[in-house]
């Protein structure tokens, strides 16, 4: 079964920045798959903040562009997500998967952003 471990989160304070990182225990499952940031917020549905294809090609949600950026390296098994300029209502918990067919959740990393 494919884990997904995420980590990075933390507190921060509006215009700040964090870094996430996930790292996917199958290389092969890894290396051939687009990867995706998704986050669920307090009594929110689930969903995806930023995509990248095995080949590196980025997309992202209207409300983080220019904001995040989204990282690949297969030999490593990693995803990263860069970001920068946070608001409040980034405040989530932020999970990497696959896209678009998701397979099983990892916990996620909380993220807050608050004054």
């Known amino acids: 079964q494919v884990q997904m471990v995420e980590s990075g989160g933390g507190m921060v304070q509006p215009g700040g920045s964090l870094r996430l990182s996930c790292v996917a225990s199958?290389?092969?499952?890894?290396?051939?798959?687009?990867m995706g940031w998704y986050r669920q917020a307090p009594g929110k549905e689930r969903e995806l903040v930023a995509e990248i294809t095995s080949f590196g090609r980025e997309t992202y949600t209207d409300s983080v562009k220019g904001r995040f950026t989204i990282s690949r390296d297969n030999a490593q098994s990693t995803v990263w997500l860069q970001m920068n300029s946070l608001k409040p209502e980034d405040t989530a918990v932020y999970y990497c998967?696959?896209?678009?067919?998701?397979?099983?959740w990892g916990q996620g990393t909380q993220v807050t952003v608050s004054s």
């Open positions: 199958s290389r092969n499952m890894f290396r051939v798959n687009s």
């Open positions: 998967n696959t896209y678009p067919r998701p397979l099983g």
